[in-house]
């Protein structure tokens, strides 16, 4: 099995009315649980927005999201899959995509360590 991470992103403008929110926290409730059980759920965090960004070779800090023009990560989370068609397949099942959201799947590669 491999690592995914799956980039959970949310629209800038977006917000959930809070009948919402509580469906779409009991809905990812629901699937962690049952990726759990499955044995493919690693983990996952939640990313307070804004951050501290950090760009260029000048260190240039500024406060804001690294995103696009559109979209800002709000989560990340890591889950096995035997390859990139069934994370995708799992990545489907996310409950913030009934929301205008988008999740980006990703392999994780070990880096090595070195001496």
Request: hydrophobic share 45%; charged share 15%; net charge neutral.
């Amino acid at each position: 099995m491999n690592e995914y991470v799956f980039l959970v992103q949310f629209g800038l403008q977006q917000t959930l009315t809070p009948e919402q929110q509580k469906q779409n926290s009991a809905d990812w409730a629901k699937l962690i649980q049952q990726w759990t059980e499955q044995g493919v759920f690693v983990g996952s965090s939640l990313i307070n927005q804004p951050g501290v960004v950090i760009s260029g070779p000048s260190r240039t800090i500024s406060q804001g999201y690294l995103s696009d023009a559109m979209f800002r990560v709000v989560s990340a989370i890591r889950v096995k899959a035997a390859d990139l068609n069934e994370a995708v397949e799992m990545a489907k099942a996310c409950p913030i995509l009934a929301y205008q959201g988008k999740i980006e799947v990703r392999e994780v590669q070990p880096r090595p360590v070195l001496a």
